[in-house]
């Protein structure tokens, strides 16, 4: 089983920045790709930004240039930094895993963080 713990959201004023964070604890597992999702006003999730095992990262058009994905393996931690923040970037982020062990692959989730940008 995998936990994973997101933090870093807040409260930014447009333009400003804010860095997300999401550790992924427990035993047994490797941990593939990660990722961001955020919630769409029709309270689905977006992906936003994925990032592989080997550093391969991809975003969606919405962020690009203004967000950064990383990631550290020694802690399976997954960052998210973002810049030049707009008020519609307001919503729930997702932090994302897709974990390995035994041969089989699972898609673990955060508990989601709130960011609020003010105009």
């Known amino acids: 089983q995998v936990q994973l713990v997101e933090s870093g959201g807040g409260l930014v004023q447009a333009g400003g920045s804010l860095t997300l964070s999401c550790a992924a604890s427990g035993s047994g597992f490797s941990i593939n790709a990660m990722g961001w999702y955020r919630r769409t006003p029709g309270n689905k999730r977006d992906l936003i930004a994925t990032?592989?095992?080997?550093?391969?990262?991809s975003y969606a058009d919405s962020v690009k240039g203004r967000f950064t994905i990383s990631r550290d393996n020694a802690k399976n931690t997954v960052y998210l930094q973002m810049n030049n923040l707009k008020p519609e970037d307001t919503t729930v982020y997702y932090c994302?895993?897709?974990?390995?062990?035994?041969?089989?692959?699972?898609?673990?989730w955060g508990q989601g963080t709130q960011v609020t940008v003010s105009s």
């Open positions: 994302y895993a897709l974990g390995a062990a035994s041969g089989l692959y699972y898609d673990y």
């Open positions: 990032i592989t095992s080997v550093g391969d990262t």
